[in-house]
């Protein structure tokens, strides 16, 4: 870098830093995003150094605001991207389970294994392995509706109805706690 790209470059930090961290706080709301994205935009202004003719005018200062514009929108769309990956809870995980009609921990259960393979023998073939699917192998609702060659709501509405039927067949299991 020369010596006037160098004084150029401090020239548009001295004009823009402050107003391009104001439009970056405006698009991201957040004090740390918003230094990053004027970090990030200043670094495009040095790949793009040679296009500025005068750090002062109308088409630079337009130019410099396109740029943060920018860097704080690809911001704002990775951090949104990140965000619906961590929210992405499969819903289940939101219900709350009474220990008493848990059948999945049931099923694990060793001391009612006997009693539960007994009510699983009673349940057509279709039903008991979306059972074994979802409560022994532990697969997700997405993967037992692809074993099963059925909809995903379908799996889920069977497993309900199973759950109900066995649910009430547990509680005349004098072993149960």
């Known amino acids: 870098m020369t010596y006037e790209d160098s004084q150029k470059l401090h020239s548009l930090y001295e004009l823009y830093e402050q107003p391009m961290y104001r439009i970056a ?8 995003l918003a230094e990053d994205a004027v970090s990030d935009a200043f670094v495009t202004v ?6 500025f003719k005068e750090p002062d005018s ?9 740029i943060i ?3 704080a929108i690809n911001i704002y769309r990775k951090n949104k991207r990140q965000v619906e990956r961590e929210v992405s809870i499969d819903d289940d995980v939101l219900q709350y ?6 059948v999945e921990s049931y099923v694990m259960d060793r001391q009612g294994f006997s009693q539960v393979n007994t009510m699983l023998d009673e349940l057509s073939d ?4 979306i059972v074994l699917l979802r409560c022994r192998d532990e697969l997700s609702w997405k993967e037992v509706s ?5 909809t995903e709501s379908n799996a889920r509405k069977r497993f309900q109805r199973i759950r109900q ?12 706690k």
């Open 69 to 71: 514009k920018s860097s």
């Open 97 to 102: 389970h009474d220990p008493k009609q848990d």
């Open 58 to 66: 109308a088409k630079t200062r337009a130019y410099i605001v396109r």
């Open 46 to 51: 040095i790949r793009h150094l040679h296009k």
């Open 126 to 129: 279709t039903d008991r392995n």
């Open 146 to 150: 692809d074993k099963m060659s059925v």
């Open 165 to 176: 039927k066995l649910t009430g067949r547990k509680g005349e299991i004098p072993d149960e």
């Open 25 to 32: 706080f405006a698009v991201l709301h957040s004090s740390s």
